[in-house]
């Protein structure tokens, strides 16, 4: 489904069931963005998909499914985001490596697929791929630190170690997590909140109880 056929799809639903853009958009958008999106001018994001399913009271698959392969990235890795969050992971997965495999310019976008990968990866129980995706993605972040998805890295590979038994390695990488957060002062953040109870389980698992406290 490529953007032009995404926005002809969210008419029809919208035509069939006798809303109005009005409503499609109800309290949570605007109306001129659901114009943008009807003329296939805008790509929607995960949880503006979820709005419009809502809206038009139909699953998101109805709204977003397809195999087509002009379908743009961006959209490819909204279905992603919504796949793992619903637990479909080999979904997830599949649609992930569609994007790391058409090797966009966008960055970003690469890093979302990429971190997304080794969540899927981890989540389908590939603990050992998923922890080298993790790696590979701790790489590419040292570019930019100072991004939130270098963060979120760096508590997901920690958490994949963890899982793996790998807990010597796994504090080691929490460690320097940590140390991040404090440079970036972002220790009061729900991430850094979430990497302190992982490290904090890690140390207690190995015994050291002062480090753990």
């Known amino acids: 489904m490529s953007q032009t056929k995404f926005a002809q799809q969210l008419r029809r639903l919208r035509k069939a069931r006798g809303l109005t853009q009005r409503d499609l958009a109800g309290s949570s958008l605007s109306v001129s963005y659901v114009s943008l999106l009807e003329a296939g001018k ?3 994001t995960p949880e503006t998909i979820r709005i419009l399913a809502d809206a038009l009271s139909c699953d998101v698959h109805e709204l977003i499914e ?4 002009d379908q743009p ?8 985001d919504l796949a793992l969050q619903a637990g479909e992971v080999s979904g997830a997965l599949e649609r992930y490596e569609q994007v790391i495999a058409a090797d966009p ?6 890093r979302r697929a990429r971190l997304g990968q080794a969540q899927a990866l981890q989540g389908a129980g590939r603990l050992a791929e998923a922890a080298k995706v ?3 993605c701790v790489r590419l972040a040292e570019e930019d630190p100072a991004n ?4 979120r890295v760096q508590v997901g590979w920690c958490r994949c170690l963890a899982q793996m038994g790998e807990l010597v390695r796994a504090a080691d990488v929490g460690k320097a ?10 220790q009061e953040s729900e991430l850094s909140i979430r990497l302190i109870a992982t490290v904090a389980s ?5 015994g050291d109880l002062r480090e753990a406290e």
Do not use: C, K, M, T
């Not at 397809?66 to 392969?69: E, H, I, L």
């Not at 990235?73 to 992603?80: C, D, T």
């Not at 939130?148 to 963060?151: G, N, R």
């Open 42 to 44: 805008r790509s929607p």
């Open 66 to 69: 397809s195999g087509d392969a």
């Open 73 to 80: 990235l961006a959209l490819v890795l909204a279905q992603a």
């Open 105 to 110: 310019d966008d960055l970003a976008l690469l």
């Open 134 to 136: 993790y790696e590979r």
């Open 148 to 151: 939130e998805l270098s963060l």
């Open 177 to 186: 997590a940590l140390a991040e957060f404090d440079a970036l002062s972002a």
């Open 202 to 206: 890690i140390w207690y698992e190995l």
